[in-house]
């Protein structure tokens, strides 16, 4: 039901599970609303919009942010959309107001929230684009990566993946990723035969002999690990800038004794998602693809299934894809 003249009603018709729905399941995120229906991943086909929404209309087939944004307060003037100060602003979607693991969801700020998908791109290619997509976008944003850096990835997961997507778009000189499972590294040498690759006990050494100036230029912390935040510094040279997209589920220290003169640039996260358009243009192009990340489909009757296998890593899962209504 539309709520605000400017909201859309999405038919979502293809879900994925994010790793931030099992947080939220688990109740570790504080600002979830309980029994709110989860979901920040999806496309799908806009259903109705209000009067005051003039960017999409019915039949458009779109994917939908994970934040929704006002576009008007002073953090969305800056392009910093994850702290718009607007009561629907931010991530809301499937956390604070019901989201899109359902056949329809209710959309705030449309015009923001909302981007046509062009007619070539189809929904598997363009369900990572509002979410984890957007964060690895942002992450090589911020990051400040130059034609001749070594970029450190720390995590191989999906949003590690994304990552070292839009980090290859920069063409470093060289990415070195760490990870720690045997299968996630099997599908980075498949796939991504140019990046090194490295695991946590041996990415200290390996990223000094593997670099120029005795450390990556450039770390981005994506795995939130209980040791990752140390490496993460650690393997950073002298004047190095260290991005965190990981979401940790407690505090890390900073030790700055052992930092001291060491000058490092920290950059913490969450994701401003939106440049959704832009992603949908790469993908277009065929600079981005992240359909390989699908390794399961379900439809949504069969979703807890989809929870248990992508909760408990089985059958070398790495993201679901839940598929709505009739087949498109
Ligand atoms: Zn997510
Ligand atoms: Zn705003």
């Known amino acids: 039901m539309i709520l605000d003249d400017r909201d859309a009603i999405v038919r979502v018709t293809l879900a994925s ?59 969305c003037q800056h392009g910093w959309v994850n702290n718009c100060i607007d009561p629907n602003g931010g991530w809301a979607l499937g956390c604070r107001i019901d989201g899109g693991q359902a056949e329809y969801v209710r959309v ?40 001749d850096d070594t970029v450190l990835i720390i995590g191989a997961g999906p949003t590690g993946i994304c990552t070292l997507q839009c980090v290859l778009l920069k063409s470093p000189k060289r990415v070195i990723v760490c990870e720690r499972e045997e299968q996630r590294l099997q599908f980075l040498h498949r796939y991504y035969p140019q990046v090194l690759a490295t695991t946590p006990e041996k990415a200290l050494d390996y990223v000094r002999r593997n670099s120029d100036h ?18 993460a510094w650690q393997c950073a040279r002298p004047n190095g800038t260290v991005a965190v997209v990981a979401l940790y589920d407690g505090p890390q220290q900073l030790p700055l004794p052992e930092m001291y003169g060491k000058n490092l640039t920290f950059k913490t996260g969450g994701v401003d998602g939106c440049s959704c358009a832009e992603i949908l243009k790469l993908i277009k192009e065929g600079m981005l693809d992240t359909t390989p990340l699908i ?20 059958d070398n899962v790495i993201k679901v894809a839940i598929e709505i209504g009739e087949k498109s």
């Not at 570790?28 to 709110?36: C, L, Q, T």
């Not at 929230?113 to 911020?142: M, N």
């Not at 005795?214 to 040791?227: P, Q, T």
């Open 17 to 75: 599970i994010c790793t931030s729905d099992l947080h939220i399941k688990h109740g570790s995120v504080p600002r979830a609303v309980p029994g709110i229906t989860v979901g920040h991943e999806m496309v799908g086909i806009v259903e109705k919009v209000g009067p005051a929404v003039l960017s999409v209309r019915p039949g458009d087939r779109v994917t939908v942010n994970v934040e929704t944004f006002c576009g008007h307060c002073f953090f």
């Open 214 to 231: 005795g450390g990556a230029d450039v770390v981005l912390e994506v795995a939130g690990g209980a040791e990752t935040f140390r490496m």
């Open 108 to 147: 705030p700020y449309a015009d923001q929230s909302l981007d046509r998908i062009p007619d070539p791109v189809t929904d598997r290619q363009a369900l990572f684009v509002g979410d984890i997509l957007a964060t690895g976008y942002w992450a090589a944003q911020i990051s400040d990566i130059s034609p």
């Open 295 to 314: 390794t399961h489909t379900f439809p949504l009757e069969e979703i807890e299934a989809a929870y248990d296998l992508f909760e408990h890593r089985r």
